[in-house]
């Protein structure tokens, strides 16, 4: 079935660094999703990319996907300690039925 | 509050024992999905339904059972379960199986003892 790479695994950063996590695929996405899931919680949508080279901004978050529609990205710009959690992508919807997710980037934080 | 409740937030069971699982979600969705999330493994998804019909069995064992008796209500059965099959357990739903904007609820954490 359909994978999605995701990378780094973990990222620590000081507090108002950048922080930026990859999806990869070896085939064409119909879509990508990005999640967040905090420390002991559950994943909550953040966004959904349809187009080709979409990219979609959400206060310090820059999400992007790729011309190819083979890749995405999620940028946290200036990070704070609210930021901290495991980022999901995922692929899925249409006639497929499935929603695919990335291994997840956990993002920590130091204040 | 993401509009879908699961419950027992909590479970520790026997090898031997059977208890179900429940979720149940309050945004008018007609798709539901079971996803099993254990420690250093993506989010795996188990049981799919749409209109109350199961469309997608991901290869789970058969000591999971599951059942969607209307659009609102999910349920997972479990019997004779393994230590392997500690995790965490989340419900989703989304507006229909062809536009996946998953909404979860907050997951049971089970351990098989």
């Known amino acids: 079935g359909q994978q999605v790479m995701q990378i780094p695994q973990y990222q620590h950063v000081q507090e108002g660094e950048d922080f930026t996590t990859y999806c990869n695929s070896s085939t064409t996405l119909s879509n990508i999703q990005w999640y967040k899931q905090r420390p002991g919680g559950h994943p909550v949508f953040l966004i959904q990319?349809?187009?080709?080279?979409e990219v979609k901004k959400q206060k310090r978050l820059t999400f992007q996907f790729g011309e190819a529609k083979k890749n995405s990205s999620l940028h946290i710009t200036a990070t704070q300690t609210t930021d901290v959690g495991t980022y999901f992508c995922?692929?899925?919807?249409?006639?497929?039925?499935?929603?695919?997710f990335g291994k997840g980037t956990l993002l920590t934080v130091n204040p | 509050e993401t509009g879908v409740t699961q419950t027992p937030r909590h479970l520790v069971m026997g090898m031997t024992n059977k208890k179900s699982l429940k979720c149940e979600q309050h945004l008018g969705h007609n798709a539901m999905y079971w996803y099993k999330q254990s420690a250093k493994k993506p989010l795996e998804l188990m049981f799919v339904y749409s209109l109350e019909e199961r469309v997608e069995n991901n290869s789970v064992p058969s000591r999971f059972s599951p059942e969607c008796p209307n659009s609102s209500h999910l349920f997972l059965h479990l019997h004779t379960l393994q230590p392997e099959d500690s995790a965490l357990y989340l419900c989703a739903s989304s507006q229909d199986a062809a536009k996946v904007k998953a909404f979860f609820g907050q997951g049971t954490r089970l351990t098989v003892v």
């Open positions: 990319l349809v187009k080709s080279g």
């Open positions: 995922a692929e899925g919807g249409g006639s497929n039925y499935k929603l695919t």
